[in-house]
């Protein structure tokens, strides 16, 4: 019975500090906001990254302040930074192109693909934007990520064994 109520004790100490965790947002820093910049990833011969850097560069004209970065993916290291910066931006990144403009990411080609790209730069052009770049740097190991899976994993174990199992 005590190792029972220790338990339950440790599980209602261990869950605000979960949600606390998941709820702080991340601060942006000033190295962020600095440069705005567009990363384009694409891949030599794919027609819909020909489609996409056509509507990119129409979009872009007179807006010399816009750095734009591309990266054919068969490079070495590219696919890594791609997954990292997809990671990041909650994106599955599994077909090209795969443009990221501020705190935006637009994947494959079509027209709402185009819009999406348009409202993105426009808004980047007006209010500003970070570099998806600075997303990229850092430590590399999700240190806050593996915390709140390691918490969840002990409270689903806790609550695994207040259920006798």
Request: proline share 6%.
């Amino acid at each position: 019975m005590i190792k029972r109520s220790f338990t339950v004790l440790a599980t209602a100490a261990l869950l605000p500090a979960v949600i606390a965790l998941i709820a702080f947002p991340q601060v942006q820093t000033e190295s962020q906001v600095t440069q705005p910049a567009i990363v384009v990833f694409y891949e030599e011969g794919c027609p819909d990254c020909v489609q996409m850097e056509g509507a990119l560069e129409e979009l872009v004209v007179g807006h010399d302040e816009l750095v734009i970065v591309r990266y054919e993916i068969n490079e070495p290291g590219m696919m890594d930074l791609l997954w990292k910066l997809s990671s990041h931006y909650g994106v599955l990144a599994t077909s090209v192109p795969v443009i990221f403009v501020g705190e935006e990411a637009i994947v494959g080609a079509g027209r709402a693909e185009e819009f999406h790209l348009r409202t993105a730069v426009d808004d980047c052009i007006t209010y500003g934007c970070p570099s998806p770049l600075a997303y990229a740097e850092g430590p590399g190991f999700p240190r806050r990520d593996l915390l709140v899976l390691g918490a969840f994993v002990v409270l689903f174990v806790l609550l695994f064994y207040l259920q006798g199992g």
